[in-house]
């Protein structure tokens, strides 16, 4: 049986987020792979992408299932349509799309919580908000790096 | 008179040789510990670079073929050591971590004799996905008897509560949770409070008035109170207090006693909440 790269992927990625405390850096791998993803394929593909990556972060953390479901899927979306408007292959255009993601992604689920009467005050809210984004956009230019220099060429189409 | 030297040449040869043996003969006999070194060390700085040629001529192609021989066995041996240097590295390397466990298990299981008997140890197996969240997940659950609002601590102080109960495996939020609230009490002034999570490392101490006496350096410990975390068990330390221009409003930052990036290991408790289930 083939098991696809891309759920070989998925599961690395949670292994690590979960077992290196990397969340307690703020750095939120699953939003790295979402937006890195949608930036490859399609928008309803990118969606799924980001409607399965949400719920497993929601499954496995300790808040309502919900939040993560519905940002991540809205960011593989962006990522996805995002496409025709820049050229992906270069380090400093992923970099900028993963810290614009994190920022909206953020704000939204801050929204979300916020409407569930769940979300911390606005002052923790904005320093959790500002670690996090800071954080996976570190984390994002060392993936943007390994992916753009170490990107298979033959099957890139921008490169072809 | 040279012409009868010449002709005797060979005899006159050897009986100065004769002559030279019994002088070294008298000499060693009248002088017995002498050593000649200053002769010997002259005879054999003359000898030994002819020694040394003549042996280099003599062994050269035996050793350089020898050598020949010998690299393909030196080539396997150093093959073979480096291997054997790598192994004796892992195994130097997994005997360092081993004992940094086992000092760890030693520190954890007196720690353990101190605590109630019904105390358990868990390991974290994993961290909470989210950003928003602090939780982890640890080992045991309820097959182990944990319930759900079992205080989770250490030898610093709290750490969290159970929160989700599974037959093998539990979560606790932290302290540090937003969603997080634990009855404090400062050790010092012994004003009550209620110690908040702020989703970062770093707790609040709120519903104190804003003219209570909490001064940075207080240590705050659990009062009890809430059901859920027994009395006396730290909660953190005053780092900063900040009132508002008009003096109604304080804000009182507090640095939880627990350092939760470098947990392994935990202690729970049994629950004490009379409410659950």
Known sequence: ?160 | MLKFFLRNFPRFFLALLLLVCVWVLVYRHSHPNSQHLSLKNLSMAVWMPVQKSVSWVITFPENTLNAVQELGHLRQEVNRLQMENQSLHLELSNHKSLEVELARLREVLQIKAKLPHSAKIARIIAHDPSTWNKSFIIDIGSEDGLTVDSPVITEQGVVGRIIDVAAKNSRVLLLTDTGSSVAGLDVRSRVSGVILGTGQNRLSFGYVNADEDIQPGDTIVSSGLGGVFPKGYPLGTVVKRTSSDNGLNTQIDVAPSVDFGVLDYVFVLPSINIFAD
């Not at chain 1, 808040?63 to 593989?76: C, D, E, H, S, Y």
């Not at chain 1, 911390?120 to 570190?138: Q, R």
Request: aromatic share 12%; net charge positive.
């Open chain 1, 1 to 160: 049986m083939r098991i696809p790269k891309e759920l070989l992927w998925l599961l690395a990625i949670f292994f690590v987020q979960q077992t290196s405390g990397i969340t307690d850096w703020g750095i939120d791998l699953p939003l790295i792979f979402t937006a890195l993803a949608g930036l490859r394929t399609n928008a309803p593909k990118a969606a799924a992408w980001g409607f399965t990556v949400g719920t497993v972060q929601d499954l496995l953390s300790s808040g309502w299932i919900g939040p993560n479901i519905a940002a991540k899927t809205l960011m593989g979306i962006l990522s996805s349509l995002s496409q025709k408007h820049i050229y992906r292959e270069k380090i400093h255009t992923q970099t900028f799309l993963i810290f614009l993601m994190s920022l909206f992604q953020q704000f939204f689920i801050w929204l979300l919580l916020k409407w569930d009467g769940t979300a911390p005050p606005a002052s923790e809210a904005l320093g959790i908000l500002i670690h996090t984004v800071l954080m996976t956009t570190a984390a994002g230019v060392v993936v943007c790096f390994f992916v753009v220099k170490f990107r298979r060429r033959r099957f890139d189409p921008a490169t072809a």
